[in-house]
């Protein structure tokens, strides 16, 4: 056989007939959410990631003033952004568990990071930012300490059009 012979060699198939394929790359996805609006797009990219697990992590942020903590929701209302987003990613297929727990304003992102390196998490999906460059400059960003410091490759959201357009 010549270097240009292009004839398969005897006893081959292709690879799509081998029966094998290629595992996906993030098995396991960390989903932190702040509220229901994020879960649709949060759903879809864990989706197209390829996830077969998910864990929705909820923070009920809580402030801190004078001494004491303030939470900025209720139990509840925080019980019910991580049933939706489990339901949304059990009905797309992937096995999902939440979880909701305190946590200060500005330790969010260690918690997200803490979080994904205990959980053994192989990709973060990232809601979109809320938050204005103002607010981001005067604050920090959860999504950019979180980028900087994962343990993990980390997909952040866009906002859909209709939430830009808003914002604008």
Excluded at 136 to 144: A, D, M
Excluded at 148 to 166: F, K
Aim: hydrophobic share 45%.
């Amino acid at each position: 056989m010549s270097h240009t012979d292009t004839r398969p060699a005897t006893g081959t198939r292709p690879a799509s007939e081998t029966g094998t394929t290629t595992p996906p790359a993030y098995r396991r996805v960390l989903i932190p959410i702040q509220d229901a609006a994020q879960a649709e797009h949060a759903v879809e990219m864990a989706r197209r990631a390829g996830a077969s697990e998910a864990l929705v992590l909820h923070l009920n942020l809580r402030e801190s003033y004078g001494g004491r903590r303030f939470a900025l929701e209720t139990d509840s209302a925080a019980a019910r952004v991580v049933e939706s987003t489990v339901l949304e990613l059990n009905m797309a297929g992937i096995k999902a568990t939440g979880n909701v727990r305190p946590a200060l304003i500005d330790r969010a992102a260690d918690e997200i990071i803490a979080d994904a390196t205990e959980w053994g998490a192989d990709l973060i999906v990232l809601g979109f930012p809320r938050r204005g460059a103002l607010t981001t400059r005067l604050f920090g960003s959860v999504t950019l300490s979180v980028l900087q410091h994962a343990p993990c490759p980390v997909l952040v959201a866009s906002p859909s059009r209709e939430a830009a357009l808003s914002a604008h």
